[in-house]
């Protein structure tokens, strides 16, 4: 990876891919406040138990509905529980999901996109009709539908998630691949004798991935999004699972009693992991292709 | 040959619009057969057996074999699939486990609600976010641009439901200026007599300004809510569509020519009217998605807050037919869009 990234003549050679990075993200406020959010959240999965102040899931009668307080720094909801350490936790849930969701559909949307791309044909064009079609659907929509057909558990979540995006991947795969098969490198493959397993994953596939790298970020935030919001409407985990959408969701009948905190903080944390990602997907595309930056 | 003469001068005898639907229109059928399928097999084929679900603890054997005939389940899957096409030709979309009406007839008591929610909630998206993306693309660098930059990034990031509960605390519950987040009028007044569906359209015609007003009113949060949410998405494509057009070379030329800058803007968005048009249609099909949730929040009564109560009440009947109808939906919305699109693209050969 870092290889790739540094030119092969640069005159100076403390200019390593690492120093490019640094200062490229010095240039660019926006994409360190990302990556610093991206670092929190990891420190937020691996240290859970240190950095929490109770037990997500322990209720607690006596302490309902209490606002911030030097005990509850983030206040508690209806049953108790403390949303601090809930959201802490829930960061391992929500981030489980959408990077599971995107991953698969990374892993299976990929190679389809090169296949679709480089072989014409009947099949071809009938995968992309069928993933036209699958696309046609409102998301949100098909995600529910999913989730509730085949029973509200977290892997069914990813698993609905993960089927929604293939078609992004392999559309962006497809597409790059269409372009490449025409270059002459690619005929210079062919005439040395490779076959076609070496020219779509040797040659083809490194050239084709930037576009659907980025997209890998963009997704898990729209992931994530999707995530809390199935699981606001009942579609997605339960409770007492610490989840974004679904503190949120406990806390919309008291909102408009003015109890605030219960939703607030939750939604604040939906916000910002899914900023993290949108910005450090907007920092990778300048990042690897330096024309659209200006 | 003769025959095939005339039809094709009766053909481009038709008006240029009417050729377009007419060219579109069969591309219908195989969508909706397509759609049917996928919602028959949504329920079908994925793991977990739909009787077993609805009956839940309750189930017995005896129970189990009625249900499953009750819903035509017995029998091979093709079978299966032919009687429920059959009744769905006939209107006949099974009957909710839930409000024991005929889905059919409950989907379409919810329909305008959810049209006028999403309508104006997609009318003030695009009054949000086309004139700030021109202006920004027009004036780079300016505060606008940067804003809008911002603003595009950081609304892709907002979750709609918690918008709307934010919304609901600030001007309902802190300030009070807002109307009562429950419905879509005042339970008080009487829903005007139905004519379009649209409460706003229908108090009008009816001459009631009472329940104009009560309407009008409670449609505010949610719709501001779909467009805060949604206009930073369409900014941003709408600023790459029309700066597109604006950095292109015939603008250039008009620039160069010392055409005044109001012409330009004029044609530049003529030209950019193609791609606008096909970002509206995404626009209204991704507020149908997220009018599910604003719907829920504000006991809206509309197809959104059906699916919910669907899907929390295992009731399968209501949720294919939401499914269905919702995308049916966004299949005629597309095939509207792409016969605009032709139609306002005069390059096109029809």
Known sequence: MSATMTPAETPHTDLSATSDLGRFLVRRPAALIGLTLLVLQILAIIFAPVLSTHDPMQANALRSLQPPSWENWLGTDVSGMDIYSRIIYATRINLLISVTAVGAAFIVGVPIGLLVGYYRGWASNLTMRVFDFVQSFPVFVMGMALVSVMGQEIWNVAIALGVLFTPVFARLIRAETLSLRERSFIAAAKCSGATDIKILFRHILPNALSPAIVQISISIGMAILLTAGLSFIGAGVRMPTPEWGLMVSTGSQQMILGIWWVSFFPGLAIILSVLSFALIADAARDFIDPRRAR | ?350
């Open chain 2, 1 to 350: 040959m003769g025959f095939s003469m005339t039809i094709s001068d009766t053909w481009h005898r038709l008006p240029r619009p009417v050729r377009i639907v007419l060219a579109r229109l069969p591309l219908l059928v195989p969508q909706m057969l397509g759609v049917i399928f996928v919602t028959f097999i949504l329920v079908r084929l994925l793991p977990g057996d739909p009787v077993l679900l609805m009956l839940g603890n309750m189930a017995t054997e005896e129970s189990i074999a009625t249900l499953r005939e009750q819903l035509g389940l017995d029998g091979s899957i093709w079978s299966q699939f032919l009687v429920y096409f059959q009744n769905l030709i006939q209107g006949d979309l099974g009957v909710s486990m839930f409000t024991s009406n005929p889905v059919i007839k409950d989907l379409l008591e919810r329909a305008p609600a959810t049209l006028e929610l999403i309508t104006y909630a997609m009318i003030l998206t695009l009054l949000i976010a086309v004139p700030t993306a021109i202006y920004a693309t027009v004036r780079p660098k300016s505060i606008v641009d940067r804003a809008s930059r911002v603003y595009g990034l950081a609304a892709g990031s907002l979750p709609d439901f918690w918008v709307a509960l934010l919304l609901i605390f600030i001007f309902f519950t802190t300030f009070g200026i807002a109307v009562a987040p429950f419905g879509r009028i005042d339970p008080m007044l009487s829903a005007p007599e139905f004519v379009t569906g649209f409460y706003t359209l229908d108090a009008l015609l009816a001459g009631d300004l009472q329940a104009f007003l009560s309407a009008g009113s409670r449609l505010l949060l949610p719709v501001i809510t779909l467009a805060i949410v949604n206009s930073g998405a369409l900014m941003k494509m709408t600023s790459s569509a029309f700066g597109e057009i604006w950095h292109s070379d015939f603008i250039q030329h008009q620039r160069a020519s010392g055409v005044p800058e109001r012409k330009i803007i004029r044609a530049a968005l003529r030209n950019s009217l193609p791609p606008l048009i096909t970002l509206t249609g995404f626009l209204f099909g991704f507020l149908l998605g997220a009018a599910v949730l604003v719907e829920t929040i504000f006991s809206w009564g509309g197809l959104g807050q059906y699916a919910v109560m669907a899907v929390i009440n295992s009731d399968y009947p209501a949720l294919q037919g939401f499914v269905l109808v919702a995308a049916a939906f966004i299949l005629i919305v597309y095939l509207i869009v792409d016969v605009l699109y032709e139609i306002v693209d005069p390059r096109i050969e029809v």
